[in-house]
């Protein structure tokens, strides 16, 4: 284990006289999103800035982040194709400094297979994990969970707004809605064509036969024109 300085404390103290917004009403509870995680391996810090809603003043709130293990390299684990989030089968203990958990934990992390794109957290919560440093010292740290990974061309790109989303779900009804109407033209248009096949050959077969019919008779006075004229000849003999 390493032993270097001290981990920053998770929440940093209210500084006093310190406004959210210079003029105008603070936002009530509302600050800034989590920034994305210090390192690409290993655990990491997330910071985001909070206001107090009561005296408007802010502050930093501090969590400690794992996007995947440098030590060694995430395996498919009998995947069939690449998925961005990887569960590891084992659990492990968290090492933040000097400082390790206390309990062992089965994390998820996000995956790296995918060429060209860079994976990051999707879905994340937020849970409380004790370490024990070292002297004997335990802390308790925010630690960022992560529940679902994304893998985009740029990574920590913004996330679509409600409006945004409800328009693609929009689009992709109506294009399924376009689609299910073509296919059934389509259904249409080839029972139709099969149909006047079907009914071209039957009239086919039914002209055949009329013309077969109509050429029975000839053969017919043929023969009977051939039998008489043998015979006529035979009398004659």
């Not at 810090?45 to 996007?67: F, G, K, Y």
């Not at 919560?125 to 925010?142: A, D, H, L, M, P």
Request: proline share 4%; charged share 45%; net charge positive.
């Amino acid at each position: 284990m390493t032993t270097t300085s001290a981990p920053p404390t998770t929440t940093l103290a209210f500084p006093r006289g310190q406004r959210g917004v210079a003029n105008g009403p603070c936002p009530q509870g509302r600050g800034s999103d989590w920034t994305p995680c210090s390192i690409t391996c290993g655990t990491g810090v997330s910071v985001r800035t909070i206001v107090d809603p009561v005296t408007c003043a802010t502050a930093q709130e501090l969590r400690l982040c794992l996007l995947r293990p440098c030590e060694e390299k995430l395996s498919r684990q009998g995947r069939e194709k690449c998925t961005s989030t990887v569960k590891l089968k084992r659990k492990r203990r968290i090492i933040y400094h000097d400082c390790i958990s206390v309990k062992m934990y089965r994390l998820r992390f996000c995956d790296t297979c995918r060429k060209r794109k860079c994976c990051f957290p999707k879905r994340t919560r937020q849970r409380k994990i004790e370490f024990q440093c070292s002297r004997g010292k335990r802390e308790v740290f925010n630690f960022m969970w992560i529940k679902k990974c994304r893998c985009a061309k740029k990574c920590y790109g913004k996330v679509e707004s409600r409006g945004k989303r409800r328009r693609a779900r929009e689009r992709s009804k109506k294009r399924r809605e376009r689609e299910r109407i073509r296919k059934r033209r389509e259904r249409e248009r080839s029972k139709k064509r099969r149909e006047r096949e079907r009914n071209e050959k039957r009239e086919r077969e039914r002209g055949k036969k009329r013309r077969g019919e109509d050429r029975e008779p000839k053969r017919r006075d043929k023969k009977r024109g051939d039998k008489r004229g043998r015979r006529r000849k035979n009398m004659k003999q």
